[in-house]
Structure formats: C-alpha cells, structure tokens
C-alpha cells in the first residue's frame, strides 16, 4: 500500500500502525509524486489525506480510478459529510477519520483491500441522515427486502456471480435486480449504488468468508 499525507509525523504514525499487516510499499507528502508512484508500483490500497500540496486529495482518488489494481481510502481528519460524499462520489472506496480507533483504521484498510466499503461510524450516520431527501425516501421504500441484500452486497465489491452464490439465487436473478434498482434509484453505476448503501444503512457489509 503507498499512503500519502502532508504530515511527516502523521506519515510515520500511520506507517507503524498498518505495517505490521500490510506491506507499506511508499510514503509521500504530495499529491503528484504518490500518483506517479501508484502507477509505478500498482499498489492495493492507496491511503491519503484530501488537503495535499500539487495535487489533491479529490484529484489523486479521480487519478488512481484510471489504475485498475488501486483503491484509495481516505484517511482525513475533516468529519465534514459533503467532503465524504465528494470523496466516495470521486471512486474512494473508504473514508476514515484520523481519531479512529487503531483498530477501525486497520480493518477500515482491510476491508477496502479486500474489495469492500468502509466509512467511519460517525460519518455514515450523517450520510444517513442528510442522504435522506423526500425523492430517495420514496424511492428506497420500493425496494424489497431481497433488493435491499443485494444493494448492500454491491456495496461490498462484490461481482454478481459472488453475490448470487452469497444469496443461494441464479446469476440472471441478480442482474434483473440490480437493473430494476438502477431504474427505481437513478443509480447509473457501482459508485453510485454504494454511496446510496452507505447513506442508507445497506453497507458496510462483511463478505462471508
């Protein structure tokens, strides 16, 4: 994983807490030279703050959505809902504050890593609470209970395939309902689901092992 930061110290606090799990492969304080090293390297996990020097937080979570092996995580110390949503709108697949316990941190990485969803406790409630528009309400109570299981599971990364054998049902019953979600939600694409789920209690959600 390459984590960024425009703290030295923070740079370093983070390098002891997640590399005794996860292999730490660089270590910036910019924007532009973390990028050029995710399209050297092909990390997992890119971890990174949004306030950085030559390019920014938003910028570099867009820029590494053009590599495919990359997950960003924003690690951040701004509990601001508009900036999560901004950051998970822009492909960040986890948001974290920096007063996270080791523990969240750690697991929040794992299970972006793992091709999952994380965002912070506390800023998934606001989500929730500011995502719910009078169009969305409406809108969520269409859903059915079985729609509801999989929109979470999108949520989480997984592919269709996955999902239908997680769910005990036919591939072809998976993408009837991911289409009719689409329809229902005007939700256009997997970003745009899993922002949904996380605004609305679906995710995160832990893959079965």
Do not use: W
Request: aromatic letters at 2%; proline letters at 3%; one cysteine or more.
């Amino acid at each position: 994983m390459i984590l960024v930061d425009d703290h030295a110290m923070v740079l370093e606090c983070l390098s002891v807490l997640l590399g005794g799990e996860f292999e730490v492969v660089g270590a910036f304080t910019d924007g532009a030279t973390a990028l050029a090293a995710a399209r050297e390297l092909h990390p997992d996990v890119v971890a990174l703050e949004l306030e950085l020097p030559t390019l920014g937080g938003l910028e570099l979570v867009r820029a590494l959505q053009t590599i495919s092996s990359v997950r960003s995580v924003v690690v951040t110390r701004h509990a601001d809902p508009q900036r999560a949503r901004s950051a998970l709108d822009a492909g960040a697949r986890g948001y974290m504050l920096k007063d996270a316990s080791p523990e969240e941190l750690v697991a929040g990485v794992r299970t972006v890593a793992a091709g999952g969803c994380h965002v912070s406790p506390a800023i998934a409630a606001i989500l929730r609470v500011t995502g719910e528009t009078a169009p969305r309400r409406r809108g969520n109570n269409l859903l059915t209970a079985r729609q509801r299981e999989i929109l979470a599971r999108v949520a989480t990364g997984m592919a269709g395939k996955a999902i239908a054998d997680d769910l005990g049902i036919a591939l072809k019953t998976v993408e009837f309902h991911k289409a009719r979600i689409s329809r229902q939600l005007g939700l256009r694409s997997r970003a745009a689901m899993t922002r949904y789920a996380l605004e609305h209690g679906l995710a995160p959600l832990r893959k079965r092992d």
